[in-house]
């Protein structure tokens, strides 16, 4: 069975870090382009960043370019996405999912606040 | 960042058939086609078609997706009150080098 389990979230300061995990299991990483999608409160879906199966290609929204970095670690089935520089707006829930939007994980809250 | 755009709410009668629309550019509907996605309050998104109308398995025949041009459509027939959800459409922009999502649509099965 595919699961994709995401950690990390919590409150931070504007201008802060956070680091977001999702872990796999049931399938490999390495198969597939694997993206973070956010949903602030009451809104609808935001694109935030994609990584290919390999980890050579990249993709990310303009409102977080420059800001946030994704990564993948295969050994570890494991997908991270590192936030920089974050904003009130950055405010959200953080999904990962797979390729063709097939798994999802629950979400983990990110708030931005002081 | 461009987006796609999506009719914010649809109402339609229980039994009845509900098209919901998804307009982008030669970009991105128009190129590569979109996915469609069900959600309901506090659930993350489900997905119902990919790249048009390639449909998981497990999902209902009375969720078909379509494309004309630049604009990307899901057509729910027999509309039942499990349907009242949140529906988005995504697609893959090559000018932006991103997928790009709708603001969604409303879906209310009155």
């Known amino acids: 069975e595919v699961q994709l389990v995401e950690s990390g979230g919590g409150l931070v300061q504007p201008g802060g870090s956070l680091g977001l995990s999702c872990a796999a299991s049931?399938?490999?990483?390495?198969?597939?382009?694997m993206h973070w999608v956010r949903q602030g409160p009451g809104k609808g879906l935001d694109y935030v960043a994609g990584i290919s199966g390999d980890g050579t290609w990249t993709a990310f929204a303009d409102s977080v370019k420059g800001r946030f970095t994704i990564s993948r670690d295969n050994a570890k089935n494991t997908l991270f996405l590192h936030l920089n520089s974050l904003r009130a707006e950055d405010t959200a829930v953080y999904y990962c999912t797979r390729e063709t939007w097939d798994h999802w994980g629950q979400g983990i809250l990110v708030t931005v606040s002081s | 960042q461009a987006g796609l755009t999506q009719p914010p709410s649809v109402s339609k009668d229980l039994r009845q058939t509900a098209t919901l629309t998804c307009t982008g550019n030669s970009n991105n509907v128009g190129n590569q086609g979109a996915a469609w996605l069900q959600q309901h309050p506090g659930h993350p998104p489900k997905v119902l078609s990919y790249?048009?109308?390639n449909r998981p398995s497990g999902i209902s025949e009375r969720f078909s997706a379509s494309r004309s041009g630049n604009t990307a459509s899901l057509t729910i027939t027999g509309l039942q009150p499990e349907d009242e959800a949140d529906y988005y459409c995504?697609?893959?922009?090559?000018?932006?080098?991103?997928?790009?999502f709708g603001g969604g649509t409303k879906l209310t099965v009155l």
């Open positions: 790249r048009d109308n």
């Open positions: 049931g399938f490999s990483l390495s198969t597939s382009w």
């Open positions: 995504s697609a893959w922009d090559n000018s932006v080098i991103a997928w790009v």
